[in-house]
């Protein structure tokens, strides 16, 4: 997942002040959203981000909580729930370095354990509203579960609509990432409940118009068994596949991408499933190229895993990334990526040239 490990793990939060390892800028300075000299990489520390064309034509990215005095503000204050970057306009998405405001200033929901965090938010515009996935941790267990918000705009404010999957047993059900698909709303996320010991695997599901899951129309889409990377030169138990994204090609063809491996390491990378025709597809999705051995997108240093591709910037653990289209349609990629202590999101063109998919 994006920023837990399976059953009481602990969670590591961006620290209070910016590191600058990017060129952060100096204490007290608010940058200014300047579109035409933002670089595609942020120096504000937000895990997990997720990406959304708004309807103002901006884009919109949110990321998991930050606390009072993190990163710089251009409006925003305190304590952000859901901390929001907007950015870029038309064909030219880019990134800022500063937080706007707080797209969920309510908090999880009467569901989590009150002032608790919000982690790995994702969204997507069905109809004319948009539609908020997120993980919190349920109320007196801590148990890692899903709650659902709706907002008239990418900005928010989202109101909170409850919990919307936690599964039995204690199993988590984490890092939502909503998309249209056939006139659908679907859901993928990482479930635990198909799994067993110390598995993880993505499952997707439609859901109705309100972005309440349609249960027996769930699919498991892929399980930690299915590769060997996620496990190479781990630290702790578990197998873990995680932060999943699905899109379709011009080919008719839908595919996953997923994080795998320790998301505070070198490591932490994105692999690339076929799911064939439909985003619920009968059987699990397959990872292509050298997948089962090898992630897709990774850091190429001795530290990595040998990745099939790298990413710009050859920065260490990239992961959480999400597939978004610009206004012409074109895709487009956030991700984050770790320094050993906070992580910053960064922005690309998803291109797949005849030798494979290509970010730049």
């Known amino acids: 997942m994006k920023s837990f490990r399976k059953r ?65 503000r251009c409006g925003a204050t305190g304590k952000l729930y859901v901390p929001v970057l907007v950015h870029g306009s038309g064909n030219s998405v880019g990134m800022t370095n500063c937080a706007s405001h707080d797209a969920l200033p309510s908090g999880p929901g009467g569901w989590a354990e ?8 994702g969204v997507a515009r069905f109809g004319d509203r948009f539609f908020m996935f997120y993980t919190a941790s349920r109320k007196g267990s801590g148990q890692k579960c899903i709650g659902r918000a709706v907002a008239d705009t990418a900005r928010g404010p989202f109101q909170n ?26 859901v993928t996320y990482r479930d635990d409940a198909i799994t067993t010991g110390a598995g993880t695997g993505i499952s997707t599901v439609r859901t109705d118009g309100e972005g309440r899951a349609i249960w027996d129309t769930r699919r498991d889409m892929l399980k930690s068994t299915d590769i060997t990377w996620d496990t190479a030169k781990i630290s702790g138990g578990t197998h873990v596949v995680e932060n999943p994204s699905m899109w379709k090609e011009a080919d008719g063809r839908w595919y ?13 990378s994105t692999g690339i499933a076929n799911c064939g025709t439909t985003p619920l597809p009968s059987s699990r999705c397959t990872p292509i190229r050298d997948g089962v051995t090898r992630p897709f997108f990774g850091f190429t240093g001795a ?9 710009p910037g050859n920065h260490q653990g990239p992961g959480g990334m ?18 050993g202590g906070p992580r910053f999101p960064m922005t690309g063109v998803l291109t797949r040239p005849s030798s494979g998919f290509l970010v730049s």
């Open 8 to 72: 009481g793990a602990i969670v590591a939060f961006a620290a209070a002040a910016l590191v600058a390892t990017t060129g952060a800028p100096p204490a007290g300075a608010v940058p200014q959203d300047d579109f035409a000299t933002l670089a595609s990489t942020s120096t504000f520390p937000l895990a997990d981000p997720d990406t959304v064309l708004a309807k103002d034509g901006s884009y919109v990215t949110y990321g998991t909580t930050v606390g009072a005095g993190t990163g710089a």
């Open 256 to 268: 996953l991408m997923y994080s795998g491996n320790n998301w505070d390491s070198a490591r932490y």
């Open 114 to 121: 009150p002032g608790g965090s919000v982690w790995a938010p």
């Open 161 to 186: 609509q409850g919990e919307w999957a936690c599964p039995d047993a204690g199993q988590w059900a984490l890092d939502a990432n909503p998309f249209v698909g056939g006139g659908n709303l679907y």
């Open 322 to 339: 999400d597939v978004f289209r610009a206004a012409d349609g074109t895709a487009r990629v956030v991700w984050h990526w770790w320094d």
């Open 303 to 311: 530290a990595g895993l040998n990745p099939i591709r790298g990413l």
